[in-house]
C-alpha cells in the first residue's frame, strides 16, 4: 500500500510547492525582494532550511534559492505499471513540500504581522489570537531545557481534528500526563484541535505544553523548526549537516505525528517529510500503512488507531518510555499541569499570597520520630470552606533515612514548588514563606483536599530521593496560630541555610561535581560545578549535584577531584583540566572558572544568561535569555547563544546562570563583578537585593544604578556617557584586553 | 581463414528424437526460435548441445594438457577410489594438482577477461582525462571526487593563504587516471581498490598475503605457476587464484565498473523491457553484443541523431531499434533504458527472427556460430574489437577506436540502416517482451532507501535484522546450454524471494529474470513471502535488483560493504547473512567472480556442472576447508530447489551466528537510555 502514500504525498507536494512558488511571485511583486523575512526573534533563518541545506533566507530574494531546490526536489510521479522505486524520491518530494512551507509561514508573517504571537507563551484566547506561530529564541531555550533534562521527552504534532471536542480534550490531557509536548497544526473542514481544547475550556499554551503552532497543515514547519534549531542549539550541529542533524533527531527526539480525520495527499506529503526525521504518522482513519523498519526507528505510518489508544500507541511506535507514577490523588498529575494557571473565575480558594501565610519547610527528622505516608492535616480542610475563602497553610515535612543530611533539606524543599504544580487545577507559586497555592473550583469538584498535597509530597520524595530517605511524613497546618509558629521556626532555619551556603567556597571543598543531564541533548558539552560556580543553566548548584551524586551514584553528577590549583586568580585545577580534556573527547584542553577571556567553560546552549566582553567600556556585559532586545556586544541574546553552542569554547564569551552574577567568584579573573557595565533591566530588577549587597562588600554600593541597561542604550557608543558621568568603577581597571 | 561453407545447416537428421523447444528453454520466446531455427534447418548450439556431448575427463577437471606429453588423463572411477589414491600424470602430477591447476588457469582466464576490459576503460578514461578525445568526458564528478581519495587522489588544494580549495576537476581526472591504469602493470605493493573491502576482510587478507600487488602481475604468475613443473601444491595455487581474484573483483572489475559510472554516468533505475519481442518489424533493429560500454555508449548517441533516423526512415524503416544482448545490453539498459533482446543463449535465436539487420559485436560470449547463423539471413555481424575477430561466416569488420568513437560509432549504425532493405527471409519476432525496472548501483540503492537526506543502507539492515528479508542473495552468471535455459535461474530465484532472501543479479541471470517479470515491482506481491514482500511494497521495488554487468558484480562486493558499514551484521562480509549463486555459469569469468566472492568470505553455490569431481581431496578443500580460511566456501548443486535451499541454510547459520534468528523485543527508551546515547 506504500505506493498509494507515495502517490499522494508526490501529488501533494507539486502542489503545496507549486502554490508556495505563486505566494512567493506574488509577494515579491508586492513588496520586492529586499522586503525581510524571518520568524521573529529566532537566530536560526528559517531553521528547517538552514539547518538542512545550510541556506540562510534573510529576505524574498534569498528565499528564491530554497525554493528552486524544493523544486528540483521534485520527483516523478508514481507511475501505475512498473513504477520506479519511490521511498526515496517520496522522502525527498516531503522535504521539498517541508521547504516550500516554511517559506508560505515566513511569507504569512510579512503579509498578517499578527496573524501569530511569536513572544508570548500563551496565546490571548479571550481575543480569539489563538495561533502562536514559530517559538521565539527564549521560549525555545527555556523549553529546550526541558527536553534536555528529561521532563519532556518529545512531542505529538497533531494535525486535524479529533471526531469531537470531548475526544481532543482526552488525547491532549493524556499526552500532558505522558509529560509529552502537544504541537498543533492544520485543521479538518475548518475544525481546529486547538479549537476544541478551547471549546472544552482546557488551557492551551507553552505553559500547558499543548502549543497552537497554526490552523493550517504548513505550520507543522513550526514544529519541526522547534526540533531542529534544538539540533543546532543543544547538540550543536553544524548548519547544512543535514546527516548528523537528522540522525539527531531519529536518537534523541521522540516526536511523531497523529493525523486526526481525512488525510489528504498535502497532509500526505508533510507525513512523508517527517519521515526524514525519523518521525512516524499515527491516525485514526484507514490511511495505506508503511510497516517496515528503517527509516523511523519502528513503524513509519500506523493507521486505524482507535482515540483511546492513540498516545499510548504512539509513543510505542516511536520507541519510547514514558513512565508515569500514578499518585493516589483525583487530579491528573504531571509535568505539562505546571504551567497551568487557575484563573479568577476558576478560583475556589487560595492559600498565601500576601492575604494568608504559606510557610513551606522540609526538615529531617529522626527515624523513629515520624511514620512514612503518614499525612496530617491540622485545621480545617479546603473541603470546610466556600468559594472564594482563604486559608493560611503551613507545610511541614519531616524526611528519615540513613543517608538523609541536613544539606538535603534545601534541595527537598525546592521540589515542594513543581510537584505542587504537577497536579491538574492547582496552582503553586513562590518558596519558603512566601508561598502562594489557588485551588481551582474543578480541582474542588473532582474531590480534592489538603491531604492530596501530603500524598503527592509523600510518593513524588520517595520516587525521586528513594536513595537517600526512608521515611516522608508532612503535617499540613490550616489554624492560624500554628502557620505561624512554622513560620518563625522556618524563617531561624532558612536563615541558618542561606549562612552555611554563603560561607561555602570553592578552596573549602575537594570535590567539584560534572553535571551531564543535559548529553542526550548537547552530548558535546560537559559542566563542572563548584559551590561558587553554579550550573550555567541555573538549575543546578554544587549542593544539588553533591546530593544527586547520592542519590544515584551512577547518574549524571559525577564527583571530580579538583586536584591541585593551577591558576588561583582564574580558577584553574589540574583534576578539572584532565575531566575536561576527557570528557571533551581531547577538544577541550583547559578551563578557567573565573574567566570569560582566556579558556572559558563552554555551554550546552541552555545557560540562563551569556555574558559577553565590551571593550570601549573596558567592561562587561550579560543577558539572560528572557531579554530580546538588543545589547551593547551588537548581538541579541539568541545570536550570542548561536555563537557559543556546541560544547567550544569561545574567548570574550561565557553562560553562567543568573545566580552566579552574584557570586563572589563571579568572573574575578576578569576584573570580577566590578568589570559589570551593562544588563537588561530586568535583570537588575530580579537580583536587585543580591546586587546591592555584594556592591556594599566591593566597597560599591549603589553599583547597581551604576551599571547601564536598555533605557540608557544599547551600543557602546550610547552608554559611555553614562558610565562616565556615574563613574563606573570598570573605566579605572586596567585594561580588559592586551 | 577461409571457412567457405561451413553453414550452419544441419547435415543428416539423427536418428534420436530432438528435445522439444519447451524442454530446453524456459521463455516462449526461445522456444518459439528454437522451433523456427529447425524448420529452416540451422543449426544452433541447442542442437550441438544434442549431439556433442562434455569431455567425460574434462568435467572432473582432472585433464591435464599442459605439456606435450600428455594429454594426461585421470578419470575417478565411477566406484570410487579405495585407500591411497594413486592415480598420477606422466610427471607425477596428482589428480588434486591437475584440477587445482585447470581451476587457476580459469580463474585466470576470467581475471584477465574482466581486467583487460577494465584496461580498456581506463585508456578510455585516461584519453579523455587527456582531452584527447572529444567523445568521452567525466559525466558524473561527485563519483570521480568519491573515488579519488581511493587512488591517493587529493580532491582539495591549499590557497595561497592557507584556504583549503576545490582542486580542479581535469587534474583530479588526470591524476585518477594514471593511477588507475598504473593498478595493471604495478608490480609491487598493492592494488589501491581492495581497500575498500571492509577493514576486518582487508587485514584477514593481509594475513594470508593474498593482498594482490598488480592486477596483469597476478594472472601471469597464475599462467607460471601452472606450467608444468611449477607449483604442485593446491593449496598454494588456490592462494594464487586468491590474489587474481582479488585482483579481479576488487581491482580491474571494480575500476571498471567506476570509471564507466564516471564517462557515462553512475546508474539509477530505469524502466525498460526484455526479450526477442523488442524487436520491431518496421525497424532497424540493431543488436549490440558483447560487453564493454564503450562503443555501445556511442552507438546509443549515434542512433538518436536525426540524420540516421532520417536515413532509416530513407531506407524504408520507422526508425531504428537498439537492443542488447549479453552485458553490453546490461550496461546500456543501466544508463538509458535500451531494452534487451536477451541473454547469452539467444545470440542465435535473435538472429533466427530475421528481423536483426545488424549485431554489432565487441568481446567475451560471443559464439562464433552466430556468423554462419547470420549468413542464412541478411544479417550483418560486425565485429569491432582487434581483440576479437571472427573467421567464420561473413562478417564486417569496423575497428572502433576511442579517439574516434562516434565517427566510428555512426559508420556502425549506417552500416546497419543500408542492410535494412536487404532482408530476405520472413521476419518472425516473437510477441514477448517483460516490462523490467534496472538500475540498481549500489548508490542507486542508498538512495531509494531514504532519499537525499537519509539515504543509507540502515534500512535494509534493520529489515534484515527484523526477520522481514532473512538475508542477501547475489545471484549472477551465465547461460549454460546443457541445462535448460534460464530454468536454473528463475527456479532458484524464485525460491529464495518465496522464503524471503532479496537477490542481488547481474549479468545472464538478471536477463532471464527480466524476461521472467522478476524485475517489476508487481512481481513482490506475486512471488515473495510476505516480509520480503512488505519491504518491495514499502520502497517500491523489484525483489530482485539488477545491479549491472558481470565486471559491475564489483557493485555487489560495495553493496556488502555498505551493508558492513551500516552496523547491526556483523564486522564483515562473512558475519552477513547472505549467499552467492551461479545457477547456469559456463565462463571462466565466472570461475573468477565465484572465487573472488568465496574469497570476500561468500558461500558460493554454482549450478549444472563444476570441474573438480574427479579430485576428492582438492574438492573438498574448495568446499569445506576455504569456510576455515575465507568464511565463504564453493559448493555445487545442480538441482536449483535443493541450490537454494543450500544458501538459505547458509543465511541461517549466519543470521544464528549474530543472534538474530529470534524475533525482535521493541526497544523503548526512557530518560536513562537517552542519557546513554553516544555523542553524535
Known amino acids: 500500500m506504500s505506493k498509494l502514500v507515495a502517490f499522494a504525498a508526490i501529488q501533494g507536494a507539486y502542489n503545496i510547492v507549486s502554490k508556495a512558488e505563486g505566494k512567493y511571485k506574488r509577494a515579491l511583486e508586492t513588496y520586492g525582494g529586499s522586503q525581510k523575512l524571518e520568524f521573529p526573534n529566532t537566530a536560526y533563518y528559517l531553521p528547517i532550511i538552514y539547518s538542512l541545506t545550510g541556506m540562510e533566507v534573510t529576505d524574498l530574494d534569498s528565499a528564491r534559492r530554497p525554493l528552486e531546490f524544493a523544486r528540483k526536489l521534485l520527483p516523478p510521479h508514481v507511475k501505475k505499471d512498473c513504477h520506479l522505486p519511490y521511498l526515496g524520491p517520496l522522502l525527498d518530494a516531503g522535504m521539498a513540500a517541508l521547504f516550500a512551507e516554511e517559506i508560505v509561514e515566513a511569507i504569512r508573517y510579512v503579509e498578517d504581522p499578527d496573524f501569530y504571537q511569536p513572544e508570548v507563551e500563551d496565546p490571548d484566547v479571550e481575543n480569539g489570537k489563538i495561533w502562536l506561530g514559530a517559538a521565539d529564541d527564549a521560549i525555545m531555550r527555556k523549553r529546550g531545557v526541558e ?85 543546532m542549539a543543544f547538540g550543536g550541529i553544524a548548519p547544512g549537516d543535514y546527516k548528523r542533524q537528522l540522525k539527531y533527531q531519529k536518537d534523541r527526539i521522540f516526536a511523531f505525528v497523529n493525523a486526526l480525520g481525512d488525510v489528504n495527499a498535502e497532509w500526505a506529503a508533510n507525513a512523508a517529510g517527517c519521515i526524514n526525521w525519523g518521525f512516524p504518522t499515527i491516525a485514526d482513519t484507514d490511511i495505506p500503512e508503511v510497516l517496515p523498519t528503517g527509516v523511523c526507528t519502528y513503524e513509519h505510518v500506523v493507521a486505524n488507531v482507535g482515540h483511546d489508544e492513540m498516545p499510548s500507541r504512539s509513543i510505542e511506535i516511536r520507541g519510547l518510555k514514558v513512565t508515569i507514577t500514578e499518585i493516589d490523588i483525583p487530579l491528573a498529575y504531571g509535568p505539562a499541569f505546571e504551567g497551568e494557571r487557575v484563573r479568577k473565575d476558576d478560583l475556589y480558594l487560595e492559600m498565601g499570597g500576601g492575604k494568608t501565610q504559606c510557610t513551606e519547610l522540609v526538615k529531617m527528622a529522626d527515624m523513629n520520630e515520624i511514620e512514612d505516608g503518614k499525612v496530617i492535616v491540622d485545621g480545617p480542610d479546603v473541603t470546610e470552606k466556600k468559594k472564594g475563602d482563604r486559608l493560611p497553610l503551613g507545610i511541614f ?46 480541582a474542588i469538584e473532582k474531590g480534592f483536599t489538603l491531604k492530596d498535597i501530603g500524598t503527592i509530597l509523600h510518593a513524588k520524595f520517595h520516587q525521586d530521593f528513594g536513595n537517600i ?135 550546552c546552549g541552555c545557560c540562563e544568561c551569556i555574558a559577553a566582553m565590551l571593550p570601549t567600556c573596558n567592561g562587561i556585559m550579560t543577558v539572560h535569555r528572557d531579554y530580546t532586545g538588543e545589547t551593547p556586544s551588537g548581538m541579541k541574546f539568541t545570536t550570542l547563544a548561536g555563537v557559543m553552542g556546541g560544547g567550544q569554547q569561545s574567548e570574550g564569551f561565557v553562560g553562567h546562570s543568573k545566580f552566579n552574577i552574584t557570586q563572589r567568584k563571579f568572573l574575578v579573573g576578569d576584573g570580577g563583578l566590578l568589570r559589570m557595565v551593562w544588563m537588561p533591566k530586568s535583570l537588575k530588577e530580579e537580583l536587585r537585593e543580591r546586587l546591592i549587597k555584594r556592591g556594599e562588600e566591593l566597597g560599591v554600593p549603589d553599583l547597581i544604578d551604576r551599571i547601564a541597561d536598555e533605557t540608557v542604550g544599547t551600543t557602546e557608543e550610547e552608554i559611555l556617557p553614562f558610565l562616565q558621568e556615574k563613574d563606573h568603577p570598570a573605566l579605572k581597571m586596567e585594561p580588559l584586553v592586551g | 581463414m577461409a571457412t567457405e561453407d561451413v553453414k550452419a545447416k544441419t547435415t543428416k537428421k539423427k536418428e534420436k528424437v530432438a528435445p522439444k523447444p519447451a524442454d530446453l528453454a524456459l521463455d516462449v520466446a526461445s522456444q518459439e526460435m528454437i522451433a523456427r531455427s529447425r524448420e529452416m534447418e540451422i543449426e544452433t548450439i541447442f542442437d550441438r548441445a544434442q549431439t556433442m556431448k562434455p569431455c567425460n575427463i574434462g568435467v572432473q577437471g582432472t585433464c591435464c594438457k599442459n605439456c606435450a606429453q600428455g594429454p594426461c588423463r585421470l578419470p575417478l572411477p565411477k566406484s570410487g577410489i579405495e585407500g591411497k589414491d594413486t592415480r598420477k600424470g606422466l610427471c607425477g602430477a596428482t589428480p588434486e594438482t591437475i584440477a587445482a591447476r585447470n581451476f587457476a588457469r580459469m580463474v585466470a582466464g576470467g581475471a584477465a577477461a574482466h581486467s583487460d576490459h577494465g584496461r580498456g576503460v581506463a585508456e578510455t578514461f585516461l584519453a579523455a582525462a587527456r582531452k584527447e578525445t572529444h567523445d568521452y568526458s567525466i559525466k558524473d564528478t561527485k563519483k570521480l571526487l568519491e573515488i579519488a581519495p581511493d587512488f591517493g587522489v587529493e580532491i582539495t588544494v591549499e590557497g595561497e593563504d592557507g584556504q583549503v580549495m576545490d582542486r580542479d576537476i581535469d587534474e583530479i581526472a588526470l591524476e585518477v587516471a594514471e593511477k588507475a591504469l598504473a593498478q595493471w602493470g604495478q608490480q609491487q605493493g598493492e592494488v589501491m581498490t581492495v581497500k575498500r573491502a ?240 534496472a538500475g540498481f548501483s549500489y548508490e542507486a540503492i542508498n538512495y531509494h532507501l531514504g ?218 527508551m526512557d530518560m536513562a537510555d537517552r542519557q546513554k546515547l553516544e555523542a553524535a
Open chain 1, 147 to 231: 527536553f534536555v533534562d528529561g521532563t519532556a521527552p518529545g512531542f505529538a504534532a497533531i494535525v486535524g481534528a479529533a471526531p469531537d471536542s470531548a475526544t481532543a480534550k482526552k488525547i491532549a490531557e493524556e499526552y500532558q500526563q505522558k509529560t509529552i509536548y502537544v504541537f498543533m497544526a492544520a485543521n479538518q473542514n475548518g475544525t481546529t484541535f486547538t479549537e476544541q481544547l478551547i471549546e472544552e475550556d482546557v488551557q492551551i499554551g507553552w505553559n500547558t505544553r499543548l502549543v497552537p503552532f497554526g490552523p493550517d497543515i504548513s505550520a507543522a514547519v513550526f514544529a519541526l523548526g522547534f526540533a531542529n534549531r534544538a539540533g
Open chain 2, 198 to 437: 571492509p577493514a576486518p576482510r582487508y587485514e584477514l587478507w593481509k594475513k594470508l598475503g593474498v593482498v594482490p600487488r598488480g592486477i596483469d602481475r597476478e594472472i601471469v604468475e597464475i599462467m607460471h605457476r601452472t606450467h608444468i613443473g611449477v607449483d604442485q601444491d593446491y593449496e598454494n595455487i588456490v592462494e594464487q587464484c586468491s590474489r587474481a581474484a582479488i585482483a579481479d573483483g576488487w581491482g580491474g572489475s571494480m575500476i571498471a565498473t567506476d570509471l564507466q559510472d564516471i564517462l557515462f554516468g553512475c546508474p539509477y533505475p530505469v524502466k525498460s523491457s526484455a526479450n526477442l519481442g523488442i524487436l520491431k518489424e518496421d525497424h532497424v533493429n540493431i543488436i549490440i553484443h558483447g560487453h564493454e560500454p564503450l562503443l555501445s555508449e556511442m552507438i546509443v548517441q549515434a542512433a538518436e541523431l536525426p540524420e540516421m533516423i532520417e536515413l532509416a526512415k530513407k531506407n524504408g524503416a520507422k526508425g531504428i531499434q537498439l537492443g542488447g544482448i549479453c552485458c553490453t545490453a546490461n550496461e546500456i539498459l543501466m544508463r538509458h533504458g535500451v531494452p534487451l533482446a536477451g541473454n547469452f543463449l539467444q545470440q542465435e535465436l535473435a538472429i533466427v527472427t530475421g528481423a536483426v539487420d545488424a549485431m554489432v559485436v565487441d568481446v567475451q560470449c560471443i559464439m562464433e556460430n552466430i556468423a554462419n547463423v547470420a549468413d542464412c539471413f541478411h544479417t550483418k555481424i560486425i565485429t569491432t574489437n582487434p581483440r576479437a575477430k571472427i573467421a567464420s561466416g561473413h562478417c564486417l569488420h569496423i575497428e572502433f577506436d576511442e579517439h574516434t568513437a562516434f565517427e566510428d560509432a555512426k559508420r556502425i549504425v549506417q552500416t546497419a540502416i543500408e542492410n535494412f532493405p536487404n532482408r530476405e527471409k520472413e521476419v518472425i519476432i516473437p510477441d514477448q517482451r517483460h516490462d523490467l525496472v
Open chain 1, 397 to 442: 515535612v519531616q524526611v528519615a533515612g540513613r543517608e538523609m543530611q541536613e544539606d538535603f533539606e534545601p534541595i527537598l524543599e525546592r521540589q515542594i514548588h513543581h510537584l505542587i504544580n504537577y497536579a491538574q487545577g492547582i496552582m503553586h507559586i513562590g518558596q519558603r514563606d512566601i508561598s502562594w497555592i489557588r485551588v481551582s473550583e474543578k
Open chain 2, 451 to 668: 532519499g537525499t537526506f537519509r539515504g543509507s543502507y540502515v534500512p535494509l539492515n534493520d529489515n534484515i535484522i527484523n526477520g522481514r528479508i532473512r538475508g542477501i542473495g547475489g545471484v549472477v552468471g551465465c547461460n549454460n546450454a546443457r541445462t535448460m535455459l534460464d530454468d536454473g535461474h528463475i527456479t532458484v530465484i524464485k525460491e529464495l524471494i518465496k522464503h524471503d532472501v532479496i537477490v542481488l543479479t547481474t549479468g545472464c541471470n538478471a536477463i532471464a529474470c527480466a524476461k521472467a517479470g522478476l524485475l517489476t515491482p508487481e512481481s513482490a506481491k506475486v512471488f515473495c513471502g510476505p516480509g520480503l514482500a512488505e519491504v518491495c511494497e514499502t520502497v517500491g521495488i523489484p525483489p530482485v535488483l539488477h545491479m549491472g554487468s558481470c565486471v559491475d558484480n564489483s557493485r555487489i562486493l560495495m553493496a556488502a560493504t555498505e551493508v558492513v558499514k551500516a552496523g547491526g551484521l556483523g564486522n564483515d562480509i562473512s558475519d552477513v547473512p547472505v549467499a552467492g549463486s551461479a545457477p547456469e555459469w559456463m565462463s571462466e569469468k565466472a570461475i573468477s567472480i565465484g572465487h573472488y566472492f568465496v574469497v570476500s568470505g561468500v558461500y558460493t553455490v554454482f549450478g549444472v556442472t563444476f570441474p573438480v569431481s574427479g579430485a576428492p581431496v582438492f574438492e573438498d578443500y574448495l568446499y569445506n576447508k576455504l569456510e576455515g580460511i575465507y568464511g565463504g566456501m564453493w559448493d555445487l548443486e545442480a538441482d536449483p530447489i535443493k541450490h537454494a535451499h543450500k544458501m538459505i541454510a547458509h543465511i541461517d547459520k549466519k543470521r544464528k551466528a549474530l543472534g538474530i534468528d529470534k524475533a525482535r523485543e521493541r526497544v523503548l
Open chain 1, 469 to 603: 530517605l526512608d521515611k516522608v511524613q508532612v503535617t499540613l497546618y490550616t489554624k492560624d496560630d500554628a502557620v505561624d509558629e512554622l513560620t518563625k521556626t522556618a524563617r531561624a532555619e532558612y536563615k541558618h541555610r542561606d549562612e552555611r551556603v554563603e560561607q561555602m567556597t570553592d578552596e573549602g571543598v575537594d570535590l567539584f561535581y560534572s553535571c551531564t543531564l543535559c548529553q542526550s541533548f548537547a552530548p558535546n558539552h560537559v559542566c563542572v560545578v563548584s559551590p561558587e560556580r553554579t550550573g550555567l543553566c541555573g538549575a543546578y548548584n554544587w549542593m544539588d549535584c553533591k546530593a544527586s551524586y547520592q542519590i544515584n551514584p551512577t547518574g549524571p553528577n559525577q564527583p571530580v577531584e579538583k586536584g591541585e590549583c593551577l591558576d588561583p586568580k582564574y580558577g584553574q585545577w589540574k583534576g578539572v583540566n584532565d575531566f575536561v580534556f576527557k570528557a571533551s573527547r581531547q577538544a577541550v584542553e583547559k578551563v578557567n572558572f573565573y574567566s570569560m577571556l582566556v579558556s572559558p567553560m563552554t555551554t
